[in-house]
């Protein structure tokens, strides 16, 4: 189990301030519908018809593409990642479950093929993500409904755009939400080798705070969990709450943009793109993965030391 913690406290040691410790146990809508092939097709995607373990839940199946209506979009997949709560989907173990048989993948960006008479917020070769989770990101095409895409620049490298709407949104919000962080302030970073982790440390250097990798006995502070892969318990002392005042929170982006709704959301995604463009902010360490290669993307996803995020290549 890796642990991703932010601190926050004065810059003179005579005033300690409260702080911000964000946990993870190791990691992080509709279904979209379709129908299976009978003849092979140009259309790929992994799919799981029953929960279980990734590499024998998940098939590779050729798929009819749905016809685009008056507000459907045709994507044509380019990236997508592997993330922890892929995988939890695919085990029956997340907060949220696609109806079976689902599409692997949360995440990714595509290039927009063509557009239903109606749509009026994407054009062909437009660069897009999902509002959304449990759509199925995992395959060469797709049709999606306009409100469910949200644009973004297509200049800003591939493997930063399929990576950009879970770690980074949820080390933003989490560095934004919980303490009043302050420049200056310092933030406590123990998992430096994770997407979020990584996310932290860029975010918190724009916005002025230092980040170093000593956990030190502080005061006030607010322990933020936002996963928990490793499917072990937090554990915090009863003197943590009445000595130290320290106080235990969770974090979940899928409920943050039900509460928030999908204009935050976006706007949430600009802010991050401004700092991709200003060179504040890079993909994590990826491998690229041919879609064919996913047992073995898969399996190296859920290896317990793995650095470097599994990411399909379409």
């Not at 005579?14 to 140009?42: D, K």
């Not at 098939?59 to 749905?66: G, I, P, Q, S």
Request: charged fraction near 15%; include cysteine.
């Amino acid at each position: 189990m890796w642990v991703c913690c932010a601190l926050r406290w004065s810059r003179s040691a005579a005033r300690l301030r409260p702080g911000l410790l964000l946990s993870a146990g190791r990691c992080s809508p509709a279904a979209a519908s379709y129908s299976a092939s009978a003849e092979p097709s140009q259309v790929q995607a992994l799919v799981y018809e029953r929960h279980g373990h990734p590499t024998k839940a998940i098939e590779l199946k050729n798929l009819e593409l749905t016809a685009v209506g008056g507000s459907d979009v045709h994507v044509k997949m380019l990236a997508a990642p592997i993330n922890p709560s892929d995988i939890n989907m695919i085990q029956g173990n997340y907060g949220f479950l696609p109806k079976l048989p689902a599409i692997g993948g949360n995440e990714g960006v595509g290039q927009v093929v063509a557009v239903g008479s109606s749509v009026t917020r994407v054009k062909p070769g437009d660069w897009v993500i999902l509002a959304h989770s449990g759509l199925g990101t995992w395959r060469t095409e797709a049709v999606f409904s306009e409100e469910a895409l949200i644009r973004v620049p297509s200049d800003i490298p591939l493997q930063t755009a399929a990576t950009l709407s879970v770690n980074p949104c949820t080390a933003y919000r989490m560095l934004m939400d919980f303490e009043q962080l302050q420049p200056g302030d310092s933030v406590i970073q123990n998992a430096s080798n994770s997407g979020v982790g990584q996310a932290v440390i860029q975010i918190a250097a724009a916005l002025g705070l230092r980040t170093i990798n000593v956990v030190r006995d502080r005061p006030g502070g607010t322990m933020v969990t936002y996963g928990g892969m490793a499917k072990q318990p937090v554990i915090a002392s009863v003197s943590l709450f009445i000595f130290k005042d320290v106080k235990l929170r969770g974090f979940w982006l899928s409920q943050w943009k039900n509460d928030h709704g999908t204009d935050h959301f976006k706007e949430l995604i600009l802010t991050l793109c401004h700092l991709v463009h200003q060179g504040k902010l890079t993909a994590p360490t990826c491998s690229e993965v041919p879609l064919q290669d996913y047992n073995h993307a898969l399996e190296t996803a859920m290896h317990p030391f793995t650095s470097s995020k599994q990411i399909f290549i379409m």
